[in-house]
């Protein structure tokens, strides 16, 4: 994974900007759990949400 989501920094807004900026729809929003969702096979590392998440709830993973 790329990517990680800090829960606790998240609204959990179902507007959620790097699900809405993410090229491969890797990030979506779940509506049953509230909250935005990475798909692992999806994500291309290109750090777009990172860079435009307002809460800085998304991260870089590193190894």
Do not use: W
Not at 2 to 7: A, F, G, I, P, Q
Not at 15 to 25: F, L
Not at 33 to 61: F, T
Request: some cysteine; charged content about 15%; proline content about 6%.
């Amino acid at each position: 994974m790329s990517v990680t989501l800090n829960y606790n920094k998240c609204d959990g807004a179902p507007t959620c900007v790097g699900a809405r900026v993410c090229p491969t729809n890797a990030m979506t929003y779940d509506f049953s759990s509230k909250k935005p969702v990475i798909n692992e096979s999806l994500c291309v590392d290109c750090n777009v949400c990172v860079q435009y998440c307002p809460h800085g709830a998304i991260q870089e993973a590193h190894a």
